[in-house]
Nanobody, 114 residues
Framework: QVQVVESGGGSVQPGGSLKLSCTASGVNFPLASTSWYRQAPGKQRDLVAHHTWAGTIKYLDSVKGRFTISRDNARNTVYLQMNNLTPDDTAVYYC????????WGQGTQVTVSS
């Protein structure tokens, strides 16, 4: 049984930082690709960052230079370091692990507000 669990969300002021974590079990994580998505109220779910098992990384244009995706295969974990957060980054952030099929986490809320 595959489980994907995110953590690390919360509330921060503009300019602040958060680091999200996503741990997967039940998959061969080193051979899985991983993504972070976000969905704000009333909006579609957007791809924020993607890290393939081979090491290719892509970012949403609006987060380039502020967000960093990284992985620790020994811990079956993918991270999203988010710096210089703005209110536009407010959303529920979801982790997706891709190994033969897509596996989603339950999401973690990130709120950026003064």
């Amino acid at each position: 049984q595959v489980q994907v669990v995110e953590s690390g969300g919360g509330s921060v002021q503009p300019g602040g930082s958060l680091k999200l974590s996503c741990t997967a079990s039940g998959v061969n994580f080193p051979l899985a690709s991983t993504s972070w998505y976000r969905q704000a109220p009333g909006k579609q779910r957007d791809l924020v960052a993607h890290h393939t098992w081979a090491g290719t990384i892509k970012y949403l244009d609006s987060v380039k230079g502020r967000f960093t995706i990284s992985r620790d295969n020994a811990r079956n974990t993918v991270y999203l370091q988010m710096n210089n957060l703005t209110p536009d980054d407010t959303a529920v952030y979801y982790c997706k692990v891709i190994f033969n099929q897509d596996y989603w986490g339950q999401g973690t809320q990130v709120t950026v507000s003064s």
